[in-house]
């Protein structure tokens, strides 16, 4: 047992919770090292929603309400930390959800849509079709969900899907701890936020920008200055760290 007093006692609980969830075979092994990865950088920005992060979520949710077809991408990871932050998000934009798995099986893609499902999210079902230029198993995707997307977000996302649906004209948003990585500099915007902080803020926006400043904001942002400030905040905050 984990005390609640413990200092890092959520950060213990969900290195738990993804431990339980390869066990249920949602997660895979090597996801908990993505995990791991991203919570590195979590404590770089501080465990918390930057501004320039706000800003992005802002954007995020313009992008999803301005969308002909917005669809989010789910992996594991994301599967496993967020099912219900996805069903709110999904409620408040009216975009479509796809599971896409580099480590994909039958098994996960059913197991994965279960768990979805549990938390209300209506999850888009069918064979897929090796759509993307890629030689691994994350080309697979339906051609009515990411196939016809205008818009997709992907949460915790590898960087050569990222680039590959740049390539094909997408408008990619991606969530991304590390504003350094493939998928960070490839998108066409990024958050660098923990998807468990992002999803809500995209949400909460979703709901609150009227259809005019969702046309003003879908433009107005520069994603290299957003990395940039991501950026500048972590290099901050290492400053301060022994004053």
Do not use: W
Not at 13 to 38: P, Q
Not at 61 to 70: E, M, T
Not at 123 to 130: H, S, T
Not at 192 to 204: F, K, M, N, S, Y
Request: glycine share 6%; hydrophobic share 40%.
């Amino acid at each position: 047992m984990i005390p609640h007093d413990h200092p890092r006692y959520r950060s213990l609980k969900v290195r738990e919770h993804l431990a339980r969830c390869v066990k249920e075979g949602i997660l895979s092994l090597e996801g908990l090292t993505a995990h791991g990865r991203g919570e590195a950088f979590d404590y770089l920005i501080g465990e918390r929603t930057t501004e320039s992060a706000l800003q992005a979520e802002r954007s995020a949710a313009a992008l999803l309400l301005i969308a002909r077809k917005p669809v989010i991408s789910v992996n594991g990871n994301t599967a496993a930390l967020a099912p219900g932050g996805i069903a709110l998000l999904q409620q408040a934009s009216n975009a479509a959800v796809e599971v896409n798995l580099f480590h994909r099986t039958d098994e996960r893609v059913r197991k994965i849509t279960c768990l979805l499902e549990k938390y209300g999210v209506q999850v888009l079902k069918g064979e897929g079709d090796r759509l993307l230029p890629l030689s691994h198993d994350r080309a697979f995707c339906l051609k009515e969900g990411i196939g016809a997307a205008d818009v997709v977000l992907v949460p915790l996302e590898d960087g050569d899907r990222c680039q590959a649906l740049r390539e094909m004209g997408k408008t990619v948003i991606a969530i991304d701890l590390n504003p350094l990585s493939r998928t960070a500099m490839c998108a066409s915007l990024t958050i660098v936020d923990e998807v468990t902080r992002a999803l809500p803020g995209i949400t909460q926006f979703c709901r609150e920008l009227t259809k005019e400043e969702a046309q003003i904001f879908s433009t107005k942002y520069n994603n290299r200055e957003i990395l940039r400030s991501a950026i500048q905040e972590i290099h901050s905050r290492l400053d301060h760290a022994l004053d």
